[in-house]
């Protein structure tokens, strides 16, 4: 669906000066649902994953031609939207084959933030997620939603989002609906767009989103709303990752460390990995409450 529309949007505060003030950067955590951090990660790390991602979108034909696929301009012909298309399958498999893009998730600066939130050892959940959202594709657009109904598990998950490059806002970044965590676990119903379901909001809600840089994180509690903003750039690709975070010592769901989508197993995906890599199988040996689906 459209992004739902927003009255009040306060632009993002960085918190990094909180990373040496545990006490308050759990106050304001607790308080506000989400934190955000500018250029908590090496932006040239960053760059280099969007060159990967851009470089399969080049292969697809998804970047205009005869342009450097890290512009990311996308090919006018063509409106490819995340689903159950083959073509959204065949980039999102090879994009799942990134080594990159799974060390992301384990890049030490974003761990330092959920040890110090989180006051225990962290357990970045396997299931990283990539969106790639076409310009002109506003019909779907992320619906607001909260994450916990897709993670299960602990409500003290946290997700990640991370703007895979320069992200201004037209270009449609992550809106966080600010405080909405203290509503609790909210009914939903069916919309089009990742995910697939979404949350009423109601207008006076003051979200909290604008321009992001490359580097910069922003993280929400599972029961934060927020919804992907609509990418009116009209020419130019979206590029984030989501990924999620919980204290190792709650419960988490089997499936939040399965890869995303189920389209392969995690053999198929380090195929071509070195055999000794730390970022394969991280969790396995370590002591997880891990529950089934309900
Ligand atoms: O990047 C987006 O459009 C939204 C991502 C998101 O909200 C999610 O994956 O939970």
Same mark, same amino acid.
């Given at each position: 669906?459209?992004?739902?529309?927003?009255?009040?949007?306060?632009?993002?505060?960085?918190?990094?000066?909180?990373?040496?003030?545990?006490?308050?950067?759990?106050?304001?955590?607790?308080?506000?649902?989400?934190?955000?951090?500018?250029?908590?990660?090496?932006?040239?790390?960053?760059?280099?994953?969007?060159?990967? %991602?851009?470089? %399969?979108?080049?292969?697809?034909?998804?970047?205009?031609?005869?342009?450097?696929?890290?512009?990311?301009?996308?090919?006018?012909?063509?409106?490819?939207?995340?689903?159950?298309?083959?073509?959204?399958?065949?980039?999102?498999?090879?994009?799942?084959?990134?080594?990159?893009?799974?060390?992301?998730? !384990?890049?030490?600066?974003?761990?330092?933030?959920?040890?110090?939130?989180?006051?225990?050892?962290? !357990?970045?959940?396997?299931?990283?997620?990539?969106?790639?959202?076409?310009?002109?594709?506003?019909?779907?657009?992320?619906?607001?939603?909260?994450?916990?109904?897709?993670?299960?598990?602990?409500?003290?998950?946290?997700?990640?989002?991370?703007?895979?490059?320069?992200?201004?806002?037209?270009?449609?970044?992550?809106?966080?609906?600010?405080?909405?965590?203290?509503?609790?676990?909210?009914?939903?119903?069916?919309?089009?767009?990742?995910?697939?379901?979404?949350?009423?909001?109601?207008?006076?809600?003051?979200?909290?989103?604008?321009?992001?840089?490359?580097?910069?994180?922003?993280?929400?509690?599972?029961?934060?709303?927020?919804?992907?903003?609509?990418?009116?750039?009209?020419?130019?690709?979206?590029?984030?990752?989501?990924?999620?975070?919980?204290?190792?010592?709650?419960?988490?769901?089997?499936?939040?460390?399965?890869?995303?989508?189920?389209?392969?197993?995690?053999?198929? %995906?380090?195929?071509?990995?070195?055999?000794?890599?730390?970022?394969?199988?991280?969790?396995?040996?370590?002591?997880?409450?891990?529950?089934?689906?309900?």
């Amino acid at each position: 669906m459209a992004m739902v529309n927003m009255t009040h949007v306060e632009s993002l505060q960085d918190a990094t000066g909180l990373l040496n003030q545990p006490v308050e950067l759990r106050r304001q955590a607790t308080e506000e649902g989400y934190l955000f951090f500018s250029n908590l990660l090496d932006s040239a790390k960053v760059l280099n994953l969007r060159q990967q %991602i851009m470089a %399969i979108c080049e292969k697809h034909g998804w970047t205009q031609s005869g342009t450097d696929c890290m512009e990311g301009l996308a090919n006018p012909e063509l409106l490819v939207v995340e689903g159950r298309d083959p073509r959204w399958q065949e980039f999102y498999i090879e994009v799942q084959k990134l080594r990159d893009f799974h060390q992301l998730a !384990l890049d030490e600066n974003i761990i330092r933030v959920f040890d110090i939130l989180f006051g225990e050892t962290v !357990l970045p959940h396997s299931r990283n997620i990539c969106r790639l959202v076409f310009p002109n594709s506003s019909s779907h657009s992320t619906p607001p939603h909260q994450d916990n109904l897709y993670i299960g598990g602990s409500t003290e998950t946290w997700t990640a989002w991370i703007p895979c490059g320069d992200c201004p806002a037209v270009l449609g970044g992550l809106a966080v609906a600010k405080g909405s965590h203290h509503q609790g676990q909210l009914a939903d119903k069916e919309a089009i767009g990742p995910g697939g379901r979404q949350v009423e909001v109601s207008t006076d809600q003051v979200w909290v989103g604008g321009d992001y840089s490359c580097g910069d994180v922003i993280i929400l509690h599972s029961l934060t709303v927020h919804q992907g903003c609509d990418n009116q750039s009209g020419n130019q690709l979206r590029v984030s990752c989501d990924f999620r975070y919980q204290p190792r010592s709650h419960p988490v769901r089997a499936d939040s460390l399965a890869p995303h989508m189920g389209w392969l197993n995690w053999e198929q %995906i380090y195929w071509d990995w070195k055999t000794e890599d730390p970022v394969k199988y991280y969790w396995q040996n370590w002591d997880l409450q891990i529950m089934g689906k309900n």
